[in-house]
């Protein structure tokens, strides 16, 4: 995860779609956010439900995210741009969410 430029995030995000839950589960080792998703990998919808979740989490609205790179995989690289609030499991002092387990 990385502050790129003031009100502008990238997460290194990795899907688990098609899961009985749609969360953010934690933040791995990696530093990579990990995300179950309900929807299945198809017709781009587990994409967009991504996209909706990461922009409640955030506080803003679904065109401020977006998936940079990754689209048609499970590791995904994610924008979120003007963030008006910073979810739980993201730690802005240090750029970096506890690691799940």
């Known amino acids: 995860m990385t502050l790129s430029l003031p009100g502008r ?3 290194s995000v990795r899907v688990s779609p098609g899961s009985g839950r749609s ?10 956010v990990k995300v179950s998703l309900r929807s299945p990998p198809s017709d781009g ?3 967009r ?9 955030f506080g803003t609205g679904r ?7 990754g689209g048609g995989g499970r590791r995904k690289l994610v924008r979120v741009e003007s963030p ?6 993201f730690d802005e002092e240090e750029n970096r969410a506890p690691t799940s387990r």
């Open 45 to 47: 919808r587990a994409n």
């Open 9 to 11: 995030i990238h997460l």
């Open 63 to 69: 065109s401020s995210v977006s998936v940079v790179s």
């Open 84 to 89: 008006s609030r910073i979810p739980s499991w």
């Open 49 to 57: 439900e991504l996209i909706t979740l990461l922009a409640d989490e």
């Open 23 to 32: 969360c953010v589960e934690g933040v791995l080792e990696d530093g990579s």
